[in-house]
């Protein structure tokens, strides 16, 4: 036996000394050791620079094709086996594959060596049609209102966008824009409304709408994570403009009172008692049931409309002279050519503070749809309803722009005496020169009190008969304010029966026939009642703006996205959109949002990314067959496309484990184990092998308790004869393209020596089928088994039942057990030894044959875990007492050149010598059963009892394999005198050959792992390297 050297060697000389070692059991033998960290002072060189070095080099050579201690053609690590031919200058060997060491012969006892080259061969998407998703749809014991397109949406629509600003502030925008500039404004304005309201009516008609309105479409279109918090800032913008309209009407009625002297307390206060007013009795209207707020509705239409006919007639009626000292002409050219051009005046005299003024108008176009619960066909009757609303609006506001600008001037001073006599002789500059006033005295000062650049109440005066433009007012505000006041908590209310925030489901009932949202008509008219006490909302109202671009951009993504996906179930009745154009809405939507207010964007983007934050960390169990499933889906598929066609690299090689777990609650050791190197990194299958009448797994169950222990990985449950059956077709099945499985992952079958021979050589099998395949194989084996269905008091799977004793009555009662049965199943989370952290504990790989690398790449990825970082990784090798120095330089220069972070490499010189004899009666008690004795039948006999029992040992295989035998019953002991206080054991996994009786290979595999406290994985790759030390 070989000796050891401490890590941390004081003098640091890296001169090696030598002693003898023992042969008790009881005695901790000394191994060579050896560190790589940069201390050791160690020099790096590329293997083409030693492969031509002196015959010391060559004789390395020689001995790199010394066989493990498993089989002569089973070849130890050796370094080049990881060069490139290209690299080095030559052609470089290779290990052997698994075909050469399932067929060759072992030259030790058949006196023949061969050595190979080596072979180079290494879900729908589910439209879940949620239209019946409804929010706010119940039993309906009554038949509810429902409106059509005109009452519904076109007329609510309308009265949203005609509001103050129409009435006060359209002909101030004239005067300062031009009359050119100011169409420009309009048409911009409706050109982003149009766009949005394409986009609705595009997912209106993809499917039934329910209420909820742009939260609704949004939510249902984009997933939770974006419509939760549109919902939220979009319930709160409705609130807030209702306060808002509510204050305009609360102004105009206090400014009357102040002309007629009727003054109540204040200003201020006058705006707030008025205000709260106005809002209770708005309150008491949308409690009354939508049919009261509907015909409420219709009577301010009428109102505006009469307001409207009244404007008209008013322009046509000749002025008298009262209406032209205040600048009204009626109809003349003049005018009209003269306010075609801007004339900016003032702080808000620029084309974007303009815009930013006349932007909150054209907000409107969605009344309509928010109230889509109530609608009769919400597909016909909001696409058509909201567009033919901006097209009359913007008929309107077009109209009275250009009618108002040919009508009035610019200036005017209302003075009856600055009417020019027939022969004036003072000085008269401007328009008014022309039409018989002299208005140049204040306009030269700017003190003039009227004209559209002064007097914000040009439409009363212009009208027939004033008053009715104030009842146009009232309208119009009033309107205004009842269908946000409606259609925020419509909104709230289907956000709430959503549950995707906490505490905020007491909002969600809903009363009477129309299913009424009571509380939140209550909390939106609190919320809105708080911002009218304020009466000061100049530094909060650039928030609503934004919030309702910040929905019209979002509503013209939700458009794109879902035409862009391609997915099946995106096919709206209206036709008339492009994904283009959505797009181009919404991203002109953002840009209008910063530049009418950039803070308030800000802020809006700020509350949007919070809310959003919060919904993707809670991840709500909602499936609502969003877009953003669609996409992922997309993306899936593209990647898994392109990935098809790039030739693997093994820089690239990833372990993609097919885990026979059975349920995986039953077995979440092994869950755990594979977990710990796969997630985030690679593939991971849970496969359970279903045999007979057994009852398929709950996969939906089986998904939430591995989604529950945060485990990435995919479930399949297949039905199978057998465990080898089923294994084969999952290698063969499981997987697209490059996302298949490369190793095969199993749990050790602990009770193989109680079970049937059937079923021991079935397993058995499944591992040779691996092999045959070119998998790579790994058993994980723990002190107590994997298996907890005596916990979970769960259903047994016939296929997986080795890891405890069961008797036989017990498993076939159990298998006839119904997993649907057991709905608490995702609730059993049992800790297991992988869930803790392993502290400094020591991962001991027993790197006995070289497989390619695997072996060493999964304790890699497993120190890359929290929970393993403080571990450290000692590898050890089998090696001679007289070449041991040489056998740690080389696994030194190839550790280093892997990069691998390995603590201590240790020189196992006494791998060869024999067993200890109890260990060996032990074993020879473990295989006796299962062998077959050939004194006691003769060979045509023996010959049948093969064929019949393909698991029976002969004695002339027992004999021909004893040595074999031997060695792992050495390798054993050695395990357990260096590894007692290790974390997890890795061991390589022996390859038998083709004609190895199962039993006498299980009986290797319960060799290797015995009496060990700690995990223990035993490991083989595939024969091909999966690490490397080249970057190309």
């Known amino acids: 036996m070989g000796h050891r050297i401490s890590k941390h060697r004081q003098g640091g000389t890296g001169i090696f000394t030598s002693s003898n070692f023992t042969m008790s059991e009881d005695t901790l033998p000394q191994y060579s050791t050896y560190n790589t960290r940069p201390e050791s002072g160690i020099t790096m060189e590329m293997p083409g620079d030693r492969m031509r070095r002196t015959s010391d080099v060559q ?31 030559r052609i470089r060997r290779s290990r052997p594959s698994l075909e050469t060491l399932r067929k060759a012969f072992d030259n030790r006892e058949c006196g023949s060596n061969i050595w190979d080259s080596g072979a180079d061969s290494l879900s729908v998407m589910n439209e879940m049609g949620n239209g019946s998703d409804e929010c706010g749809s119940e039993g309906k014991k009554y038949q509810p209102v429902r409106f059509g397109w005109v009452t519904g949406v076109m007329i609510r629509c309308m009265l949203n966008i005609w509001g103050v600003i129409l009435f006060l502030r359209l002909s101030w925008i004239t005067s300062q824009a031009g009359i050119i500039l100011t169409w420009v404004i309009i048409f911009m304005s409706v050109l982003v409304t149009s766009v949005t309201a394409l986009s609705v009516s595009a997912i209106s008609t993809n499917g039934r709408v329910s209420s909820g309105g742009a939260y609704f479409m949004i939510s249902r279109t984009l997933g939770p994570e974006l419509g939760g918090p549109i919902g939220v800032v979009f319930s709160f913008a409705n609130a807030l403009a209702c306060a808002l309209n509510t204050v305009g009407f609360a102004e105009t009625v206090r400014d009357l009172l102040i002309e007629n002297n009727a003054q109540i307390v204040d200003p ?206 009232f309208a119009a505000t009033l309107s205004s304010a009842l269908a946000f006041l409606v259609s925020a908590p419509k909104i709230f209310q289907c956000l709430c029966k959503d549950n995707i925030y906490p505490f905020i489901g007491f909002f969600a009932k809903g009363y009477g026939k129309n299913s009424e949202p009571l509380r939140a008509y209550v909390l939106c008219y609190v919320i809105a009642l708080c911002f009218i006490l304020i009466a000061e909302l100049n530094t909060i109202a650039p928030l609503i703006s934004n919030f309702f671009l910040c929905a019209y951009a979002l509503i013209n993504f939700s458009c794109f996205h879902a035409s862009i996906t391609n997915s099946p179930g995106w096919r709206p009745l209206f036709r008339y959109y492009s994904l283009w154009v959505a797009l181009f809405g919404a991203v002109i939507s953002v840009i209008l949002m910063f530049l009418l207010t950039w803070w308030a964007a800000l802020i809006t983007f700020g509350i949007i990314i919070f809310l959003f934050g919060y919904v993707a960390y809670k991840k709500p169990e909602v499936n609502w067959g969003s877009s953003v499933q669609a996409g992922t889906y997309n993306m899936a598929l593209s990647y898994s496309l392109s990935l098809a066609g790039v030739e693997d690299h093994v820089k690239n090689y990833r372990p993609q484990c097919l ?97 049937s021979p059937h079923g021991v050589d079935d397993y058995i099998n499944a591992i040779y089928d691996s092999f045959d395949s070119n998998h790579g194989v790994c058993v994980l084996r723990m002190m107590d088994g994997l298996d907890m269905r005596d916990e979970l008091q769960t259903e047994v799977n016939l296929i997986f039942e080795g890891d405890e004793a069961i008797d036989s009555e017990q498993q076939k009662s159990d298998a006839y057990l119904d997993i649907d049965n057991t709905k608490n199943i995702a609730n059993d989370q049992i800790k297991t030894v992988f869930q803790t952290k392993q502290g400094k504990k020591t991962i001991d790989i027993y790197w006995i044959s070289d497989d390619g690398g695997l072996t060493l790449l999964v304790p890699y990825l497993l120190t890359r875990r929290k929970r393993w970082r403080r571990s450290k990784v000692r590898v050890f090798i089998t090696g001679q007492q007289q070449t041991m120095e040489k056998d740690r330089k080389e696994m030194m220069t190839l550790l280093q050149h892997f990069r691998l972070d390995v603590h201590d490499v240790i020189v196992m010189t006494d791998g060869e010598q024999p067993p200890l004899p109890k260990n060996i009666r032990r074993f020879e008690d473990t295989i006796t059963p299962f062998t077959v004795r050939e004194a006691q039948v003769g060979e045509e006999t023996e010959q049948q009892q093969r064929k019949a029992c393909p698991w029976k040992v002969t004695d002339k295989e027992r004999e021909a394999l004893r040595l074999k035998s031997e060695r792992k019953v050495r390798l054993n002991e050695i395990i357990r005198r260096n590894s007692k206080h290790a974390a997890l054991v890795l061991v390589s996994l022996p390859v038998p050959q083709a004609d190895c009786p199962s039993s006498l290979y299980m009986a290797w595999l319960e060799t290797l792992s015995w009496r060990l406290h700690c995990p223990v994985l035993l490991i083989r790759g595939n024969q091909q390297n999966v690490i490397t030390f080249y970057c190309q």
């Open 268 to 473: 201020v206060n006058d705006v707030r008692i008025i205000g709260s007013i106005t809002a209770t009795v708005l309150l008491l209207i949308s409690l009354a049931g939508m049919e009261w707020e509907s015909k409420a509705q219709i009577l301010f239409f009428l109102v505006l409309m009469v307001s409207f006919t009244n404007y008209v007639v008013g322009t046509v009626i000749p002025a008298t002279p009262k209406k032209q000292s205040m600048g009204f002409f009626s109809y003349r050219s003049e005018i009209f050519l003269e306010n075609l051009f801007p004339d900016w005046r003032g702080p808000d005299g620029s084309f974007f503070r303009i815009f930013a003024i006349f932007f909150p108008s054209a907000i409107g176009i969605l009344a309509g749809a928010n109230i889509s619960g109530d609608l009769k066909e919400p597909e016909v009757a909001i696409p058509k309803g909201t567009l033919m609303a901006i097209f009359c609006t913007t008929i309107s506001y077009l109209a009275i722009s250009s009618s108002v600008g040919a009508c009035v001037v610019r200036d005017a001073s209302g003075n009856m005496n600055d009417s020019l006599p027939l022969n004036f002789t003072e000085d008269c500059y401007g328009l008014g020169c022309s039409l018989g006033w002299n208005f140049t005295k204040c306009e030269q000062s700017r003190d003039c009190s009227y004209g559209l650049a002064n007097n914000f109440q040009v439409l009363i005066q212009v009208s027939g008969f004033g008053p009715l433009i104030y009842a146009g007012i």
């Open 659 to 755: 885990v026979l777990t059975g349920p995986p609650t039953t077995r979440p050791a092994l869950v755990d184990f594979v977990g710990s190197f796969t997630k985030n990194v690679s593939l991971m299958v849970c496969g359970n092998i279903l045999r007979g009448e057994e009852k398929t797994a709950n996969t939906a169950n089986m998904i939430k308790w591995l989604n529950q222990r945060k485990v990435r990985t995919f479930y399949t449950a297949l039905k199978a004869a057998s465990l080898r059956e089923g294994t084969q077709h999952l290698l063969q099945a499981c997987g697209l393209g490059k996302l298949k499985p490369n190793v095969l992952v199993m749990g050790f079958k602990t009770n193989w020596q109680e079970s």
């Open 59 to 89: 004789d390395s050579r020689q001995d790199s094709r010394r066989p493990s201690i498993y089989s002569t053609q089973d070849a130890m690590p050796h370094l080049e086996f990881y060069a490139n031919a290209t690299a080095t200058g």
